[in-house]
């Protein structure tokens, strides 16, 4: 599958914590910490726990740029 | 300033370009190019060009997560 | 690929405009048209024109409901 | 009320689920599911519940394109 | 119509700018200007303008809190 | 920080309620309340609470523009 988004992260997932309906998903990005907030759904269907190999997308939309 | 957006990622600026109202910056981000789509205003604002170092920040709920 | 986005919904692309920058692509999805804004360079990547099969991805923390 | 939003779509409310603060309300939409996550007091106000006729919003820019 | 997003701001269209494809919509807001980006078509089927009654409307999940 | 998202609207938080996973941040903008959907790490990190003073960002590609 090709997808529009621009930024298609490879990672691996550090931590998987559920909520009552929304988990946080931490996944390591060349040293970095990407996290992202699903469904609890989502992290079953995608069988998500530490070590899985993922990729992090984001639409382009959604990055803001700040300078210090 | 400190920000509740899980995702702050430190890169440098590749390219900048400018459309009618909406502008794509390319972030080098530890190798990887992350774009943001941004408005024209804001690149002004921030003297957004090649080489300038930045902040590519990212809400953790507009973050998906896809395996293979 | 599996995405946790929960809203991933076949369609059939109607017409590709083109702008500056962003590009807006009207898919029919069961008789209904979805819009899309994304990228000029993913609309070239993905070589989109009427008639292309695609799918409209939408992550359920940007639905909002409404009643009458 | 007009809104700016391209994407509008008729749907009837499925299931609401309630988590601590954040809710996932399935609508069916033309026979395809739709999942909005929104918040808890929001399902409230709208009085959601399966069976409820609604709307289901998203903007343009929330909207991802992908190909097989 | 009543909207699960929690936020929506009463306001008056200061000024309109648009783009190829995508528009700029400046909003005064009790004093404070709130841009919103949003499609062409949507500023013509609106038929806003300078001194147009309007609401902002925001999804909860799209706010970010910062200190300084 | 000189920050890309051209909405950047100060405020006083009025009320923390904490989920699982998620809080919301009510937060009092010129006698408007604006809610925020943010992670519980960021609250813990922010150190928010009724009270303290505050900026809610949001992105214009964010804003939907609504008329009566």
Do not use: C, F, Q, Y
Not at 20 to 35: E, P
């Amino acid at each position: 599958m090709k997808i529009s988004a621009r930024n298609v992260l490879d990672g691996v997932v550090k931590d998987v914590k559920k909520g009552a309906t929304t988990a946080h998903v931490l996944i390591d990005v060349s040293g970095m910490t990407v996290t992202a907030s699903i469904t609890n759904e989502s992290v079953d269907e995608l069988a998500l726990k530490a070590g899985a190999k993922v990729k992090a997308i984001i639409k382009s939309s959604d990055v803001i740029v700040a300078v210090d």
